[in-house]
């Protein structure tokens, strides 16, 4: 691998809609050379398109299949193969399983499936899943979202950044951001559910995962409705001595 410097660019990091300034999750992670689209929320296509064309894009790697994570693959798909763009081959696209059939079930407007994977050469993700892209090295872990989600790790030279994707507190995550440089982790509940599952991280949340983790520092992102960023920060470092910072849209981070 490269020693190149991973650079992380904040998309949208808004839940479970877009608002006026903030689109929902979705982020360009590059490095060598390589760029990545982690998560196609809903609006976030528009504002990759100021760091890189869709079609130059090295791979898309979507965490899970909630529409403010994936939505914006739909549209994807007609500039790739209906508009002004010309990929010289389908774009990478790592997703859960059945990605490929969710997204031929809403695009297909015939009695002829949607040419999906003439967009997309989709990879059905597994735990602990590994990939090389460019310089990059993805490893995936299978988290705890009440649907199959996944967590990603991405590591060039000494530099690995953990993007939590949506998850309540587990060990494949825990275990996923061992000693990393940054760790991008939702902080999406206020606080834990009276009853039923847990599916999501509260701030306090992602700051014992840093710790239990040793990541270097923290992000916190997919921030939910009942709580400012800053409070979400204040809350995190309560259980986080390191670095604590907000994954606001437009943000661009060096990692390592």
Partial sequence: MTNA?????????????????NPCSGYLVAGGGTRIWVDAGTGTLGPL?????????DAIWISHLHADHSADLLTAYY?????????????????PPGTADRLAGFLTNSGTRSPVESAFAVTELTDGHRATVGTLELTARAVSHGIPAFALRVATGGAALVYSG??????GLTELAADCTALLCEAESSRPPADGPRVHHT???????ATAAGARRLIVTHVGRSL????????????YAGPVEYAAPGTGLAIG
């Fill in 5 to 21: 410097p991973l650079h992380l660019t904040v998309l949208g990091s808004a839940t479970p809609y877009p608002s006026v300034d």
């Fill in 49 to 57: 398109q100021r760091h890189v064309r869709l079609d130059r894009l």
């Fill in 79 to 95: 500039g790739l193969l209906y508009a002004d763009l010309r990929p010289a081959a389908p774009i990478p696209l790592f997703g």
């Fill in 166 to 171: 949506d998850t309540a507190p587990c060990p």
């Fill in 203 to 209: 701030p306090e949340d992602a700051g014992a995962t």
């Fill in 228 to 239: 400012t960023p800053r409070q979400a920060v204040a809350r995190a470092a309560t259980r």
